[in-house]
């Protein structure tokens, strides 16, 4: 059974302090990807990395894609109230008859106070 | 476009009823998913459908059933609900293309079993 494990599981902290989130298995993904959930809303991509190694930027967010292709990183720097949420990876891994399967990690809930 | 629907947006009901969500996208995908949230859990994988005929089951299809009669409809009912089926449901779309694509999430339905 493949398992996605994220720690930590929840981190409260002041604004303008950086952060880093981490996604560790010990399977291989063909792909991983990173979503943010708000309350009451379902998740939202923020980006999928493919290649091991790989490093992604989205404005403030940086995501790093493990040589190995099992675990990936989000850091956060100088984290803004708005980037409060419920932040998911999700694997991709050969499944059936389905050509791939997303494996949810159970998320890290982060607020950022003002 | 609203992209994926789902009603109803939470509903309350007594163990032993039936019940069927539903779950509407107009983005014309050919792979739709219906997974469950609970705290600590992460998102679990119920059923899924690759293309408009097809289903398959997920990791956690036990109690539940789903049919693809059309692209765009994917409902999943419950035929006789028991509290532990007490959730938050997602359904999701996507455009597939193996181990890169984007999952697209509707805003899912609160159900409370008693």
């Known amino acids: 059974t493949q398992l996605l494990e994220q720690s930590p599981q929840f981190l409260s902290i002041q604004e303008g302090e950086n952060l880093t989130v981490y996604c560790n298995s010990s399977?291989?993904?063909?792909?991983l990807q990173w979503y943010r959930q708000e309350p009451g809303e379902g998740p939202v991509l923020l980006v999928t990395?493919?290649?091991g190694g790989e490093v992604k930027k989205l404005k403030r967010l940086t995501f790093q894609f493990g040589d190995a292709r099992k675990d990936s990183s989000l850091h956060i720097t100088a984290a803004q109230p708005g980037d409060t949420g419920l932040y998911l990876c999700a694997g991709a891994f050969p499944f059936m008859d389905s050509n791939y399967q997303l494996i949810w990690g159970a998320g890290t809930k982060l607020i950022i106070k003002p | 476009i609203a992209g994926i629907t789902q009603a109803p947006t939470s509903q309350i009901l007594a163990a032993g009823r039936r019940m069927t969500l539903r779950c509407t996208q107009d983005?014309?995908?050919?792979?739709m998913y219906w997974y469950r949230q609970d705290l600590g859990l992460g998102l679990r994988l119920i059923h899924y459908?690759?293309?408009?005929?097809?289903?398959g089951k997920g990791e956690v299809p036990d109690g539940y059933s789903v049919s693809r009669a059309n692209t765009d409809d994917f409902p999943l009912t419950l035929a006789s609900a028991v509290p532990s089926q007490t959730s938050v449901y997602f359904c999701a779309s996507s455009d597939r293309q193996a181990g890169t694509d984007t999952q697209y999430f509707g805003p899912g339905t609160r159900l409370t079993v008693l």
């Open positions: 399977s291989v993904f063909s792909s």
């Open positions: 990395v493919v290649t």
């Open positions: 459908s690759n293309t408009a005929g097809t289903t």
């Open positions: 983005m014309r995908h050919n792979a």
